[in-house]
Nanobody, 123 residues
């Protein structure tokens, strides 16, 4: 069974940095696009950053220039380096990936989500 597990969240002061990690496990044939979403208090979930299997990246305007998404295919991991954090970055951050799992190889890719990790930016 495929699982995504996030880590690295916590409490940080404005202007600080955090590095989020997401590791995938299971009988994985391939991992295509990987994404980071977030959902802040009273807000809907939004796409923060995405990275393709080839390394092409895209970012939400609100985080462009401050956040960097990367991946390590050997480790089956995706990362989100967050710098110059602002209070409005406070949210639960979710890892998301489209994965082809062995048992579903004839059915196609499935969208997987992690449980989320809390990021709180406050002084």
């Amino acid at each position: 069974q495929v699982q995504l597990v996030e880590s690295g969240g916590g409490l940080v002061q404005p202007g600080g940095s955090l590095r989020l990690s997401c590791a995938a496990s299971g009988s994985i044939i391939s991992m295509n696009a990987m994404n980071w979403y977030r959902q802040g208090p009273g807000k809907q979930r939004e796409l923060v950053a995405t990275i393709t299997s080839g390394g092409s990246t895209n970012y939400a305007d609100s985080v462009k220039g401050r956040f960097t998404i990367s991946r390590d295919n050997a480790k089956r991991a995706v990362y989100l380096q967050m710098t110059s954090l602002k209070p409005e970055d406070t949210a639960v951050y979710y890892c998301n990936a489209k994965i082809l799992e062995f048992s579903r190889r004839y059915r196609g890719e499935e969208d997987y989500w992690g449980q989320g990790t809390q990021v709180t930016v406050s002084s």
